[in-house]
């Protein structure tokens, strides 16, 4: 099972920066290795991007044996970051050159759970907290890196192999694809839009009504930089608190007379979970009948984070009841469906009220795999790969068409 952990922290002087603090991609159930996995393996940059400007990579993340924060250079050395500062301190520059359109670059990849970023045309801006490391935070509007544009990967590298993701959780930017070559030779790749999905999505947001226009951030000269996701497009007043009322009120209603039931892990079909509502709140309780964990009446926020009231803790109880209830609401199946998790994509973002980003998103894939929400990978949705004996992986920069 894997989970996207996001640790989000105020920093001194930066309101909404984002600290990392530990994992970013942690695997719940390790594979087992097909081969020993070596202390580095090679990521193959392409960029196919057809735009002029430099390209920038880093590779920064938690070194996984020791626990250290820093970042990794082109050939894979780990490198801690410094004592950080109150305010925060500039971070060392730890970018890579990357390749000039039409070509490729290969750096080597840690035993690390991490990010790569790249950014088009200017460097991005780090800087360390006592806490560690500042990441982008563009829902800032003083954020330093707001009016750069960039994307990123999220990865874990360690004994069990490969797992690389693209990711949409917090914003849909710059276009890419993810790989990752197997032991046997084939190649399995995610994350790539469909032919003139990058455009298609913009337009797609545009009209649709309701504010999610406003989760779009441009330059000063007009270039389209990002969307970001409706969690930041509330915490920044661009979609109103009520967006999901409509909907949440239905589902209160629906489940005070009846009974939603949740199968939290497909290969446990025996392990059940039912809620019903009962004073404005749904208690969950197992076969027995002894209620097990309950639910306040989520919020927009809660729905889109997939936290505060839906929070979801590293356990086997509350935890996945909160992913499922979190990925039902997101994709808008909680009402047409009594049995929860869905299986197939068919019935998903099919109510007015729904999650118009995610399902945007997901219409543009290629493979219509993405994270577009933290628990995007409930009935295995999200656009990852993952090989136990990974020779390479590969970061494929996509054109803006």
Request: glycine share 10%.
């Amino acid at each position: 099972m894997l989970r996207t952990l996001r640790r989000r922290a105020a920093a001194v002087g930066l309101s909404l920066a984002t600290v990392l603090s530990g994992s970013l991609l942690a695997t719940g159930v390790a594979a087992p290795a097909r081969a020993a996995v070596p202390a580095t393996i090679p990521l193959k940059i392409t960029n196919n991007s057809a735009r002029g400007e430099q390209v920038y990579i880093y590779n920064l993340g938690t070194e996984l044996s020791t626990g250290r924060q820093g970042w990794a250079d082109a050939s894979g050395t780990f490198h801690p970051w410094p004592a950080g500062g109150n305010p925060p301190t500039p971070a060392p520059d730890a970018s890579i050159p990357g390749p000039s359109a039409g070509q490729s670059t290969t750096i080597r990849m840690p035993k690390f759970s991490g990010r790569v970023y790249f950014s088009y045309g200017q460097k991005l801006v780090f800087k360390l907290t006592t806490g560690g490391l500042v990441q982008p935070a563009v829902q800032n509007p003083a954020d330093p890196n707001r009016d750069i544009l960039f994307n990123w990967s999220e990865y874990t590298l360690n004994d069990s192999g490969l797992w690389i993701n693209s990711t949409q959780v917090d914003m849909f930017s710059a276009p890419y694809a993810v790989g990752v070559q197997r032991a046997d030779g084939s190649t399995a790749s995610t994350g790539r839009l469909k032919p003139g999905g990058y455009n298609g999505f913009f337009n797609a947001l545009r009209g649709q009504p309701g504010g999610w226009a406003n989760l779009i951030q441009t330059r000063s000269d007009g270039t389209v930089l990002r969307a970001l996701s409706p969690l930041y497009g509330l915490e920044t007043g661009a979609l109103p608190t009520t967006v999901m009322d409509d909907y949440i009120n239905r589902v209160w209603q629906k489940y005070s007379t009846s009974t939603l039931t949740v199968t939290p892990f497909a290969d446990q079909p025996g392990t059940k979970y039912y809620g019903r509502v009962s004073g404005g709140v749904m208690n969950f309780t197992n076969g027995a009948g002894a209620t097990v964990t309950r639910f306040e009446k989520p919020d927009a926020a809660s729905i889109f984070g997939c936290h505060r009231r839906l929070d979801a803790p590293n356990d086997l109880i509350r935890g996945p009841i909160s992913r499922t209830l979190c990925a039902g609401f997101n994709r808008s199946t909680l009402l047409v469906n009594p049995n929860q998790p869905d299986s197939g994509a068919d019935a998903f973002y099919k109510d007015n009220v729904t999650n118009h980003y995610a399902r945007k998103i997901h219409a543009q894939t290629a493979d219509g795999k993405a994270y577009a929400f933290a628990f995007d990978d409930v009935g295995h949705h999200e656009s990852l790969v993952h090989d136990g004996g990974p020779r390479q992986a590969y970061l494929t920069l996509d054109p803006f068409n």
